[in-house]
């Protein structure tokens, strides 16, 4: 199982980017799936999550109204368009899966302890 991320980089303050997670090894709906980012010295946060590829993902409250998390299945590769960027934005993010769990979409990605595979993130710098 392996999961690559890319599409970060540097953008000014309201600007937009689109991130990029190519999953192989596995299909995306058989999984729980999800965006996650941290900043140094800070706990990793879970920004958006969904199982499967259906239902109604789970967006932290900060970026309710911004973000929209999506997959393409023929791809199999899955999205974060990031709009509206602020500065709070600027993290390394990263795309994770788990086996489905009866965990909800919210409770996915609080617990990213749970998250069996990680990529290795791609940095998203949002200036002012």
């Known amino acids: 199982v392996q999961l690559v991320e890319s599409g970060g980089g540097l953008v000014q303050a309201g600007g937009s980017l689109r991130l990029s997670c190519a999953a192989s090894g596995f299909t995306f709906d058989d999984y729980d799936i999800g965006w996650f980012r941290q900043v140094p010295g800070k706990e990793r946060e879970g920004v958006s999550c969904?199982?499967?590829?259906?239902?109604?993902?789970y967006y932290t409250d900060s970026v309710k109204g911004r973000f929209t998390i999506s997959s393409d299945n023929a791809k199999n590769t899955m999205y974060l368009q990031m709009d509206s960027l602020k500065p709070d934005d600027t993290a390394v993010y990263y795309c994770?899966?788990?086996?489905?769990?009866?965990?909800?979409?919210?409770?996915?990605?609080?617990?990213?302890?749970?998250?069996?595979?990680w990529g290795k993130g791609t940095l998203v710098t949002v200036s002012s």
């Open positions: 994770a899966a788990r086996p489905f769990s009866p965990l909800s979409q919210a409770e996915i990605c609080q617990d990213y302890y749970g998250m069996d595979y």
């Open positions: 969904i199982r499967g590829t259906a239902g109604s993902p």
